[in-house]
């Protein structure tokens, strides 16, 4: 791997040059003053992304570790969930709820569409007796470039007292989201997507209404015990030896955001990123998976023309132009190629990731007016930059 590879992946992403350079610190006592007082700075700094004023605990795990604790904090062996899946990673949510004993009720919405709220509503009135206990959902997926309505879908639950549980990994930090305003009641994400930090932390935010069902929920867990979690936060330090070379990155990764105006204006340099990826596979002709309206401003996913290989062109990308994009998951495999466009991208990169993938559709033989894409993609950042 090249130091001057351009990383355009659904994560992990590119990390600001001070992050970078804070990864490397001296270790400090993860018992000590100096770690409580960072980890109270991160803290609070990661509240305004949540936008919550309620508890949000760090963890040492990936962000299917993260998957995993919501699941063992807040569900018993027996307990009736929904899981409303979008793509590989509902998937992979149910098949936690699974190995944890939940009932679980599986509503597919299909690979690149969105969650109906309308559906979810439907299935909670019908819910008489309440033995639905929570409402599993992604706030993005970064398998088919689609991000839902969770403000609708939390708003479709009415007076039902399902717990709304997100998953946000890939979310938070890139598309809008507001934890309070929108009664969700947990959520989770991880340092290597927005957060513009390497892998290995990840964040649960839980609610004041989420904690008595956390305290009383009966399945196995240790590690991932949130109760741990919070007590251990009261003292200044998490319950396990955490990461400390990542959690260096993101108080100064934290700290960058605040720096570009604050999490509201990173989020819409997110939304214009996805604007300037889409409009460029637009005019190349390239067909899109997400539809606008729940197009994601983590990830495009877009469908690989006739006669062009996904895998080989990503690798012709990677080898010859130092462009890392990502190839399709599950389903999508072989048929989809993923640009992401969250986290720490510039101006430049996302022109050079449109001229990369412009040079490698040309070697393979597909058709179309070279420049296209760059030209829009030009156009696009000189209006928006003046």
């Known amino acids: 791997m090249t130091e001057d590879q351009i990383i355009m992946l659904p994560g992990p992403t590119q990390v600001p040059p001070a992050a970078a350079r804070a990864s490397s610190r001296a270790m400090i006592n ?19 992304i949540f936008k919550t004023k309620c508890d949000v605990l760090t963890l040492t795990a990936s962000g299917t570790g993260g998957l995993e604790c919501l699941v063992a904090n807040f569900v018993n062996p027996g307990d009736k969930i929904v899981v409303a899946s979008i793509g590989n990673f509902g998937e992979r949510l149910r098949d936690i709820a699974l190995a944890f004993g939940a009932d679980v009720d599986f509503m597919d919405f299909g690979w690149g569409n969105c969650v109906d709220p309308k559906a979810i509503a439907e299935k909670l009135v019908a819910d008489k007796n309440h033995e639905i206990k929570a ?12 991000t839902n309505d969770i403000e609708a ?73 949130l109760n741990k ?35 509201d204006a990173v989020i819409d340099e997110h939304y214009f990123r996805r604007d300037v990826i889409r409009a460029a596979a637009q005019a190349l002709h390239l067909p899109l998976v997400a539809a606008e309206h729940c197009a994601s401003p983590s990830v ?51 022109i050079s990731t449109i001229s990369a993938l412009e040079m490698a559709l040309a070697e393979l033989g597909y058709e179309f007016t070279m420049g296209a894409g760059v030209t829009v993609a030009q156009k696009m950042i000189v209006e928006r930059r003046k």
């Open 135 to 146: 409402v599993y959902c992604q706030h993005n997926e970064t398998s088919t470039g689609v």
């Open 229 to 263: 979690a919070r007590a251990s936060y009261k003292k200044g330090e998490m319950p396990f030896t955490p990461a400390l070379s990542v959690l260096f990155a993101i108080q100064e990764a934290l700290r960058f955001i605040d720096e570009q105006g604050g999490i």
């Open 300 to 350: 495009t996913s877009i469908m690989a023309p006739e006669g062009v290989d996904p895998k080989a062109l990503t690798g012709i990308m990677r080898d010859k132009y130092h462009c890392v994009i990502a190839g399709g998951q599950g389903k999508f495999k072989g048929h989809v190629f993923r640009i992401g466009h969250l986290g720490y991208v510039t101006d430049l990169q996302l």
């Open 30 to 48: 993860h018992r000590g003053p100096e770690f409580a007082a960072m980890l109270t700075e991160i803290t609070e700094n990661a509240k305004k």
């Open 153 to 225: 879908i939390s708003k479709a639950r009415g007076n039902h007292p399902a717990l709304l549980i997100v998953d946000s990994v890939s979310g938070l930090g890139a598309a809008k989201f507001r934890m309070d305003d929108w009664q969700v009641d947990v959520v989770l994400t991880g340092s290597q997507k927005a957060f513009m930090s390497p892998p290995g932390i990840d964040f649960v935010a839980v609610s004041d209404r989420a904690w008595p069902v956390c305290a009383s929920c009966t399945n196995a867990r240790f590690y991932f015990d």
